[in-house]
T-cell receptor, first 110, second 114 residues
């Protein structure tokens, strides 16, 4: 399978702390995206990083991509209780296949 | 408002009774796909479509059918549902993939087959 693997599977932190999630994948990609899912609802796109980019920022989100290690990380700074959700990385291959990781469940305690 | 609409949101059915889950998008996207989400397995792609009348299998197509007769609609058909198809299903759409394309997801259909 070309699906990504996410690490950790679950993460529990206090409000105000930073949360870091990692994603690894298996073959060359076109881009890597991070999505958020609240409690069994639809996924919402957070941020996209192209294969030729190394780092991207969006608000409190920071994504890095290391294509040599086939891995990415998502950092959420100054976390809030409202950030509690599951986070998925998704990789695009051959411009037509889209694979998701198994997700990291983040719990931010107030 | 740009959106992907799935119906129904919840469905309980019996083994063997054919059912269709509808998916419609209003963004004129070429690419549409179906996923199922199961605990510990993440999202797995069932089928995808690159455009009207163009469909292809994803990773877990067994037991499912799709059609793409119009650009906006991509229904998922279970001809003879079985309990192992109990899952949370998502439809997604996007423009034809470029390096900067994101996918838009429906709210999900929770299917229970008894």
């Amino acid at each position: 399978s070309q699906q990504g693997e996410e690490d950790p599977q679950a993460l529990s932190i206090q409000e105000g702390e930073n949360a870091t999630m990692n994603c690894s994948y298996k073959t060359s990609i076109n881009n890597l995206q991070w999505y958020r899912q609240n409690s069994g609802r639809g996924l919402v796109h957070l941020i996209l990083i192209r294969s030729n980019e190394r780092e991207k920022h969006s608000g409190r989100l920071r994504v890095t991509l290391d294509t040599s290690k086939k891995s990415s990380s998502l950092l959420i700074t100054a976390s809030r209780a409202a950030d509690t959700a599951s986070y998925f990385c998704a990789t695009l291959y051959n411009f037509n296949k889209f694979y998701f990781g198994s997700g990291t469940k983040l719990n931010v305690k107030p | 408002e740009a959106q992907v609409t799935q119906n129904p949101r919840y469905l309980i059915t019996v083994t063997g009774k054919k059912l269709t889950v509808t998916c419609s998008q209003n963004m004129n996207h070429e690419y549409m796909s179906w996923y199922r989400q199961d605990p510990g397995l993440g999202l797995r792609q069932i089928y995808y479509s690159m455009n009207v009348e163009v469909t292809d299998k994803g990773d877990v197509p067994e037991g499912y059918k799709v059609s793409r007769k119009e650009k906006r609609n991509f229904p998922l058909i279970l001809e003879s549902p079985s309990p192992n198809q109990t899952s949370l299903y998502f439809c997604a759409s996007s423009t034809f993939f470029r390096t900067s394309t994101e996918a838009f997801f429906g709210q999900g259909t929770r299917l229970t087959v008894v």
